[in-house]
């Protein structure tokens, strides 16, 4: 379903030229300037705030508030620009830390449907996003109390996030740096599914071969409990033994589309450099509201990645997650419709063809099947989704990246009870200008 996005406001965040992506809304990385420090090191070696521009009470993000104790990817990639659990920003100063960043999509998609009664769609599209982020600490050099907020403007940003808002993050976080932290509010999860370079948030590619009379299955990657819903707040328990392993106990509560949630998301995270290793799961229940429904909705589900950095040349990766729903109507009957087991798996590679040029492949298979089933044809509705990608890169003057994706998708439909079984596919292309501060 598409949805036009009307402005936002801007948020806060990240800062320097040369920078590294964080994630951004709802599942996909969001922009942050990469840490020039050194690999391989233990906590206790993170730097401290360098020199930087300040604005009387402002002052800009330093590259050493986005940490890197070992090598997050090769630099300018999609692991690169992920911080992997890290505590983010690191900024052991009290001040007001703020960054930035903006990228504007121009591209182009077209859907064959195999329906009939449907048609195939030629469809031009151009849509941008600007984010700023403020970032107030107070710290006594260990113990410190920190808060983020993220303004966002966009600009006819046609595929639906999981909700609108006019913030991204909005949190508080108390803790001890590179110890242990708590946080409540709006954020992400650690992310646990990796994408690579195509398929980014808020983009066609991401949606897919998409239909009109039914939903075409969408990537899971442990991502029921994932995204920042409207009117569900975030809780997470964060955990640092080492510099190279990371726990988070993350929870949701708050009421989505009139029910009230529930939910719980560890995720642990053994991070070697060159090797990373990401194990996550979940549990999210959905009880309706109203006096004397039946109503609830059961999700869970668990996935692992595996991603290999061979810096400065190559990264690459494989994630595979397996969900599943059970929904009750309000008069306590199964919904069938909406019960399903979702399964993906997927892969992606990154690679430097010269210093500023980087290139990147994926591609990524998901499968449905619903309880709905037919006795006639002995069978349950059943849909698959096949989505990959090429994508080229190029850094210009150290502070513009500009990303060409092409873009393919195949849609599998076998629905039942007398609809028509039929294929759809997606080709699409956009280059998008993206500038981090």
């Known amino acids: 379903m598409k949805k036009r ?40 070696s993170l730097p401290k705030p360098d020199p930087t521009q300040s604005f009387g ?99 006819d940003q046609s595929l639906r996030q999981p909700d609108v808002a006019d913030t991204d993050d909005l949190w508080i976080k108390v803790g001890t740096w590179n110890k242990w932290d708590v946080q409540l509010g709006r954020y992400e999860g650690w992310e646990v599914y990796h994408f690579g ?8 590619e991401r949606q897919g071969a998409v239909d009109e009379a039914f939903s075409v299955p969408a990537i899971y990657g442990v991502t029921y409990a994932f995204n920042r819903p409207a009117s569900v707040g975030q809780g997470s328990l964060h955990l640092y033994p080492t510099d190279f ?16 949630t529930l939910a719980a998301r560890p995720v642990a995270v053994l991070d070697l450099g060159w090797l990373k290793v990401k194990l996550g799961g979940e549990y ?15 999700a869970r589900g668990a996935g692992g990645a595996l991603q290999f950095v061979l810096a400065p ?28 087991t979702t399964w993906s798996v997927g892969g992606f590679a990154n690679g430097r063809v010269m210093e500023d040029l980087l290139v990147g492949v994926g591609l990524n298979y998901t499968y449905l099947e619903d309880t709905h089933f037919d006795p006639a044809l002995m069978r349950n509705a059943k849909f698959n989704h096949t989505q990959m990608f090429v994508a080229m ?45």
């Open 5 to 44: 996005v009307s402005f936002l406001a801007a948020a806060l965040a990240l800062g320097l030229p040369a920078a590294a992506l964080a994630q951004d809304e709802d599942g996909a990385a969001s922009e942050a300037p990469a840490a020039e420090v050194a690999t391989e090191a233990g906590p206790e």
């Open 57 to 155: 009470v402002l002052e800009r993000m330093p590259p050493s508030a986005f940490p890197e104790p070992r090598t997050r990817g090769i630099k300018g990639g999609s692991l690169w620009m992920t911080f992997h659990g890290l505590q983010w920003p690191y900024y052991p100063k009290t001040g007001i830390g703020v960054s930035a960043y903006a990228w504007v999509d121009s591209g182009y998609e077209r859907i064959n449907r195999g329906n009939e009664s449907e048609q195939s769609i030629d469809y031009f599209l151009q849509q941008g996003r600007l984010l700023l982020r403020f970032t107030p600490t107070y710290t006594n050099g260990m113990f410190f109390v920190q808060g983020q907020a993220e303004l966002v403007a966009n600009k």
């Open 197 to 204: 370079m195509g398929l980014d948030l808020n983009t066609l």
């Open 245 to 260: 392993l990371r726990f988070e106990l993350g929870t949701q509560f708050g009421n989505e589309f009139g029910s009230n």
């Open 284 to 298: 999210k229940k959905l009880t309706d509201q109203k006096d004397g429904s039946q109503g609830f909705t059961e």
């Open 313 to 340: 040349h190559v990264e690459f990766g494989v994630n595979g997650a397996i969900g599943l729903v059970d929904r009750v109507a309000q008069d306590g009957r199964v919904d069938e419709k909406g019960s399903n």
């Open 393 to 437: 890169q190029y850094l210009i003057a150290k502070q513009l990246y500009v990303k060409a994706v092409l873009a393919y998708g195949k849609a599998d439909f076998a629905p039942n009870f007398g609809d028509p079984v039929f294929k759809n596919d997606m080709s699409s292309g956009r280059v998008r200008l993206l500038y981090l501060f």
